[in-house]
């Protein structure tokens, strides 16, 4: 791993940061939209859930485009919609128009999902493959955490609004960042051959320290389909239906404990600031977990490590709705949750860079995140329903943590074959 490689991994970790706390930044001004408009818990399930529908369409469209026209293009266009989308939701003055933003804003979101994930496990060498793309995706606690503790400050002084103020500028200020620092990945140059791939190769061989190269390799054959077909290709069908349906299942009960944790927590009667905090420790666990799977991933199989944590992730989450409901209690079962919650995302994550080839990996990863956005946006909803209906915190939680349990199911059918 040259200079080059480890600060093409550290942008893309930072990316996903940006995208955590975009993410989230509706779960931290979820209790003063709340308190503003008037709304009960089934609409606010709605709202929590906006970005996440727009998260899935942009994976599913923005992840192809990827695949088509490159990571970094891609990566530029996703941090201007994004921008754009946080700007516009701090100027809403009705549940409907903040739906719309937060919508746009998760089809960038969604974008940079999946062409970072293809960049990181592209940079990255054979060796440091997994544990590249595994802290990458622990970007996204990190970003959750420091975005957090810097609007509990501003919640304390100004209105919801600021939290997607901060969030546009924070966002707005990685796009420069990515234009100068972060090359185009030498693997989609080899692979699409776009206009002047040789001379583009060479200059970022250079600035790793290798020599030029007089002709392009050869690329990989693999099919003749374009698109989403590509990825039912004979070979790929299976694990293009099994990565979906686990990434689908796991998500919908990450997404259900993370955007329910603030206005829980306001709901027994805490502040919203120390509602925040709590999903701060979520965060940190998940930071943790994210790192710990990431070093796990040198010794022992991906897609048994994977089906481990989504186990320990269902037990977590099913816990946090028993006991009495005092805030430290709170804070460390919501912090043992984030840990086991997002060590399973990041293990998913690294199991798409792992499974799809090159020609297909943006497209594929944007595929099983696209339709696994169903999942995360049916979290919140659900438990909105559920909620409403009359369910507790004991048995919702029990409920949504199954979703861990299907995931491991279809890890454990899919075995370790590669595609390509």
């Given at each position: 791993m040259g200079r080059l490689q480890v600060i093409a991994v550290a942008l893309c970790i930072l990316l996903l940061a940006i995208d955590g706390f975009d993410v989230l930044s509706i779960s931290f001004a979820a209790p003063g939209i709340a308190n503003e408009w008037g709304i009960d818990r089934a609409a606010l399930g709605f709202v929590l859930?906006?970005?996440?529908?727009g998260m899935g369409v942009g994976a599913l469209i923005v992840g192809d485009v990827a695949d088509r026209i490159g990571r970094r293009p891609t990566i530029l266009l996703s941090l201007v919609i994004v921008t754009i989308g946080m700007a516009l939701a701090s100027t809403a003055t009705s549940v409907t128009l903040l739906s719309v933003y937060r919508f746009a804003t998760g089809i960038g979101i969604g974008g940079i999902l999946a062409a970072t994930n293809a960049m990181a496990a592209e940079y990255a060498n054979d060796k440091h493959r997994s544990m590249a793309v595994s802290?990458?995706?622990?970007?996204?606690?990190?970003?959750?955490?420091?975005?957090?503790?810097?609007?509990?400050?501003?919640?304390?002084?100004?209105?919801w609004r600021s939290v997607f103020v901060f969030g546009a500028a924070l966002t707005a200020a990685f796009i420069p960042i990515v234009w100068f620092l972060l090359p185009e990945s030498i693997?989609?140059?080899?692979?699409?051959?776009?206009?002047?791939?040789?001379?583009?190769?060479?200059?970022?061989l250079q600035r790793m320290g290798h020599t030029a190269i007089e002709a392009l390799p050869e690329p990989r054959k693999f099919g003749q389909k374009s698109g989403v077909a590509r990825l039912f290709e004979p070979g790929l069908a299976r694990i293009t239906i099994l990565l979906t349906a686990a990434f689908f299942a796991h998500i919908m009960t990450f997404y259900f404990f993370v955007k329910w944790i603030p206005k829980l927590v306001v709901d027994?009667?805490?502040?919203?600031?120390?509602?925040?905090s709590v999903l701060v420790w979520f965060n940190v666990g998940g930071l943790l977990g994210s790192i710990f799977f990431g070093l796990l991933t040198h010794r022992f199989n991906l897609r048994k490590l994977v089906i481990t944590v989504l186990l320990l992730s269902a037990i977590a989450v099913a816990a946090f709705g028993q006991g009495p409901a005092d805030l430290l209690r709170l804070s460390?079962?919501?912090?043992?949750?984030?840990?086991?919650?997002?060590?399973?995302?990041?293990?998913?994550?690294?199991?798409?860079?792992?499974?799809?080839?090159?020609?297909?990996?943006?497209?594929?990863?944007?595929?099983?995140?696209?339709?696994?956005?169903?999942?995360?946006?049916?979290g919140p909803i659900a438990a909105g329903l559920l909620f409403a209906a009359g369910g507790g915190l004991g048995m919702?939680?029990?409920?949504?943590?199954?979703?861990?349990?299907?995931g491991a199911f279809a890890l454990g059918v899919l075995g370790d074959k590669r595609a390509g």
């Open positions: 859930s906006m970005e996440l529908i802290l990458m995706a622990g970007g996204y606690p990190l970003g959750a955490i420091i975005g957090g503790a810097i609007v509990s400050v501003l919640l304390a002084y100004f209105s693997s989609f140059l080899v692979e699409k051959r776009p206009d002047n791939a040789l001379e583009r190769v060479n200059r970022t027994m009667g805490y502040a919203a600031s120390l509602a925040g460390i079962t919501a912090a043992v949750g984030g840990f086991f919650t997002n060590a399973a995302v990041v293990g998913m994550y690294a199991m798409l860079a792992q499974k799809f080839p090159t020609q297909v990996r943006a497209g594929g990863t944007g595929f099983a995140i696209g339709f696994g956005r169903g999942g995360a946006a049916l919702v939680a029990l409920i949504m943590a199954t979703g861990s349990l299907v």
